[in-house]
């Protein structure tokens, strides 16, 4: 069955500070892995799309990077401000069907 | 652009009675995902369109749930009779692509339904 598995469930860190969120993925064949933010009460917003070929990808302060070799992914924010507190949701698509990961809930205090 | 408009914000609605939950893509997008989200199961995808034609409606839990889409800028996800079970955040989302690729879609507000 094809899974995605996001770590940690939950993050808090302080205003300022780095984080990386993790994605691993048994989807196969694999199509693309996307990052989206969902802020509470909100739709997701886009923050990344990675095909099989690209290591890294950039938007702003999110860096997101795949190893399609282990089937991980990360996805680094540099600088944390107060308005990153969000849900964080990998989805790997292979073909036709879209998997989505749990999420990762993070909390950036002042 | 006002973005994918979804309507209504909230629904309460008691069980046994239909829902019409609408969406408006953004213009020009030619692909509508309708997507849902609860605590237990996360983020799913229902039903895409390209083209306002269905492509994989898979994702649809049951008879009970219907799509259309009868132009390019309007779709209904149509739940009869609804359940307790039903109620989640329904999305709606756009997109300038055909189907799962790796164009980006854009998200509605979401439709929050409540069964009682």
């Known amino acids: 069955k094809n899974q995605v598995e996001q770590s940690p469930q939950s993050l808090i860190i302080l205003e300022g500070k780095n984080c990386t969120l993790q994605c691993n993925y048994t989807v196969s064949p694999f199509s693309n892995l996307r990052w989206y933010k969902q802020d509470t009460g909100r739709g997701p917003v886009s923050l990344t799309i990675m095909t099989f070929s690209e290591n890294t990808k950039s938007n702003g302060r999110y860096t997101a990077t795949l190893d399609a070799d282990t089937k991980q992914s990360s996805l680094h924010i540099t600088a944390s401000q107060l308005s990153d507190s969000a849900s964080y949701i990998c989805?790997?698509?292979?073909?036709?069907?879209?998997?989505f990961g749990g999420g990762t809930r993070l909390m950036v205090k002042p | 652009d006002a973005g994918v408009i979804q309507s209504p914000r909230h629904e309460v609605t008691e069980m046994g009675q239909e829902v019409t939950l609408r969406c408006k893509p953004i213009?020009?997008?030619?692909?509508l995902f309708w997507y849902r989200q609860t605590m237990m199961r996360g983020l799913e995808l229902l039903i895409y369109f390209n083209n306002n034609v269905p492509i994989d409606d898979s994702g649809m839990p049951e008879d009970r749930f219907s799509a259309k889409m009868p132009n390019a800028s309007f779709s209904t996800l149509k739940i009869q009779p609804s359940e307790p079970r039903d109620s989640a955040v329904y999305f709606c989302?756009?997109?300038?692509?055909?189907?799962?690729?790796?164009?980006?879609?854009?998200f509605g507000p979401g439709t929050r339904l409540t069964v009682l």
């Open positions: 213009s020009g997008h030619n692909s």
């Open positions: 989805v790997v698509s292979e073909g036709g069907m879209l998997t």
């Open positions: 989302a756009s997109s300038f692509a055909r189907g799962l690729s790796t164009d980006t879609q854009y």
